[in-house]
């Protein structure tokens, strides 16, 4: 049986020509666009009608759109910058940080993200199943935590998730499923009547974080389809990636994180960009990356303010940044 929310993954635009026709693009916004990319454009409809028509200029379509930059190497840009392969647990877990494992769940994502860290990822495709996975969390007794990630653990069908997840539930040491999901910013249908059933089934705590980048990915239908899963008791939180043009300004970064905060969503982590290859054109600089988020904190509540993050490999947490001493004294 296909779900509506399958139905409505099948007509994403997928094809350069015909997202930029229909947001009826010059020949010189045209002529940026790489026409074919191994990473390929997917891109949900209610994201593109909310994209300005007739201009590149726009901070969906900047994330959605690949650009003939991307093809320039930028020096410290890396296929796999988090260094995510020396911590491979089995063909689809990893583990980074302690107590905690992250299974990549699936290749698949409603959207395709221009600096998605994991755009290279060696996706491990010929076991369907997660035997692997739940035997490796079953041994493992220092796991408290699974993060269900990918791709976009969304993208699986109910049933695969279903089956996932009551492996995990079953195992005593895990306390807390996490899922970090970009899906119901393109297609919240997919949170229907099935899927909260399936959640309101788990006997563990679920975390939900979901990943948005601008107050413009937030309509009503995903706000109410956040809430529903706020309703059973389980926690909605965000993580944001700050992207140049995109949402490094201060009004941005406030009128993102208030409305979050005003929907219950509480916020997370604003991520330093990742370096992966091709993605230059997204990077902000530390020093303003700082004083952006100084900014947020003089304006909003602190429990609106994420804190602004890098991964550096190595490290045993996600870094934070903070304002140097120096800075703050002046
Ligand atoms: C980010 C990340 C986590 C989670 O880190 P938190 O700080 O707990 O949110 C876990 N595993 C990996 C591999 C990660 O990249
Ligand atoms: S939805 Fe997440 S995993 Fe998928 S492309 Fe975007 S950033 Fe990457």
């Not at 690949?66 to 890396?78: M, P, S, Y």
């Not at 494992?101 to 491990?124: D, G, K, W």
């Amino acid at each position: 049986m296909t779900s509506s929310w399958q139905s409505i993954l099948r007509t994403n635009f997928t094809s350069v020509d015909e997202l930029a026709a229909y947001l009826q693009l010059g020949e010189e916004d045209r002529a940026q666009l790489l026409a074919k990319s191994p990473f390929t454009l997917n891109v949900p409809e209610r994201l593109a009608a909310k994209m300005a028509k007739g201009t590149l200029d726009d901070p969906l379509a900047r994330q959605f759109f690949a650009h003939t930059l991307e093809t320039k190497q930028g020096e410290g840009f890396l296929d796999d910058p988090n260094a995510e392969s020396l911590y491979t647990l089995t063909g689809k877990m990893l583990k980074k940080y302690a107590g905690r494992a992250l299974i990549v769940t699936t290749s698949a994502c409603a959207m395709h993200c221009r600096y998605c860290f994991r755009q290279n990822y060696p996706y491990e495709k010929e076991k369907a199943d997660f035997e692997e996975e739940l035997s490796g969390l079953r041994s493992d007794t220092s796991l408290f935590e699974v993060i269900l990630s990918g791709g976009d653990p969304l993208s699986l069908p109910d049933r695969r998730l279903m089956t996932l997840l009551e492996g995990i539930d079953a195992i005593p040491h895990i306390q807390l499923i996490r899922f970090h999901t970009r899906f119901p910013i393109g297609i919240p249908e997919r949170i229907d009547d099935a899927f909260l059933d399936l959640f309101a089934s788990i006997n563990k705590q679920i975390v939900f974080v979901v990943h948005v980048n601008h107050a413009r990915e937030l309509d009503s239908d995903v706000l109410f389809s956040l809430k529903r899963i706020q309703k059973l008791g389980i926690p909605v939180l965000s993580q944001s990636v700050l992207l140049k043009d995109v949402n490094d300004t201060v009004e941005a970064l406030e009128e993102l994180m208030l409305k979050l905060s005003a929907n219950g969503i509480i916020p997370y982590y604003l991520h330093q960009l990742d370096r992966v290859r091709g993605s230059q054109r997204f990077e902000v600089g530390d020093e303003r990356a700082i004083a952006l988020i100084g900014q947020i904190r003089e304006r909003l509540p602190g429990y609106a303010v994420p804190q602004l993050v890098r991964e550096i490999p190595g490290h045993l947490h996600k870094t934070p940044l903070l304002v140097p001493r120096t800075l703050r004294e002046s």
